[in-house]
């Protein structure tokens, strides 16, 4: 990537194995985040508006970063609280809706390896409606109140994307896909990402930084434009 992209330059995997979903020619944007990740929610627009500025110029790769997977033990009310306040400064910055109803729920486990799974079926079974189920599990949790570990909420998710039902549900339960799962958190972490949402510029095998957490696609558009032009 040029220089004169005037964004930092992010570090190569140390596992080449790990960047081969972005192999061949051309220009990548990788988007690490998660569906239960408030951040992620806020920054949903925003990705909207780089996914129509990069159509047809670069490919947009959606890649699950894992925030709490395998969460057994219901929240208790210190997590709670901690979480609210996130999703009320998230509200507050963004404008995306919250169901804050979701605190009344004492038992509830905030395992996100299920929405993860069920974002990396999707995508393997129609590439091309990813970004609408990542928009569908995030907006059902955080606006809808769905509970995103219900296999059955999930595949209904996948369905309303355009996916069948049926192939859904087998491909969500196959070991597989939970070996999928897990190898985007460990490609996230080989790209030593941190936090979500976070955006990385990929061509010809060089890497840079366009975003490490939430930023409006306003402070990243002429970066982006440079990129896409140069």
């Given at each position: ?6 964004i930092p330059t992010?570090?190569?995997?140390a596992?080449?194995d790990?960047?081969s979903f972005?192999?061949g020619?051309g220009k ?7 569906p239960m990740?408030?951040w992620?929610?806020?920054f949903?627009p ?8 990069i159509?047809?110029?670069a490919?947009?790769?959606?890649i ?15 997590m709670r609280d901690y979480?609210r306040?996130h999703?009320e400064d998230v509200?507050?910055?963004t ?14 486990v905030y395992d996100t ?14 590439p091309?409606?990813?970004?609408a189920m ?5 907006r059902?949790f955080?606006a809808?109140g769905?509970?995103?570990s ?15 039902p049926a ?6 339960a196959a070991?597989?896909t939970?070996?999928?799962?897990v190898?985007?958190?460990h490609r ?6 941190t936090?979500?949402?976070s ?18 696609f306003a402070?990243?558009?002429?970066i ?7």
């Amino acid at each position: 990537m040029s220089d004169t992209c005037a964004i930092p330059t992010a570090n190569a995997p140390a596992d080449k194995d790990d960047t081969s979903f972005d192999s061949g020619p051309g220009k990548h944007v990788m988007y690490f985040g998660d569906p239960m990740c408030s951040w992620c929610w806020g920054f949903a627009p925003e990705l909207s508006r780089i996914a129509d500025a990069i159509k047809g110029r670069a490919q947009l790769h959606i890649i699950m970063g894992g925030l709490r997977p395998g969460t057994r033990d219901p929240w208790d009310q210190e997590m709670r609280d901690y979480i609210r306040h996130h999703w009320e400064d998230v509200a507050a910055k963004t404008g995306q809706p919250f169901d804050y109803a979701r605190f009344d729920e004492i038992s509830f486990v905030y395992d996100t390896e299920p929405p993860c799974r069920a974002l990396i079926t999707v995508r393997s079974l129609k590439p091309g409606a990813t970004l609408a189920m990542y928009e569908a599990l995030q907006r059902g949790f955080y606006a809808e109140g769905l509970n995103l570990s219900d296999a059955t909420t999930l595949e209904g998710l996948a369905q309303h994307c355009g996916v069948d039902p049926a192939a859904f549900a087998e491909t969500f339960a196959a070991p597989g896909t939970r070996a999928l799962t897990v190898a985007d958190f460990h490609r996230s972490r080989a790209f030593g990402v941190t936090g979500f949402p976070s955006l990385v510029c990929a061509e010809d095998g060089q890497y840079a930084v366009l975003s490490l957490g939430y930023r409006t696609f306003a402070s990243m558009q002429a970066i982006l434009d440079e990129w896409l032009n140069a």
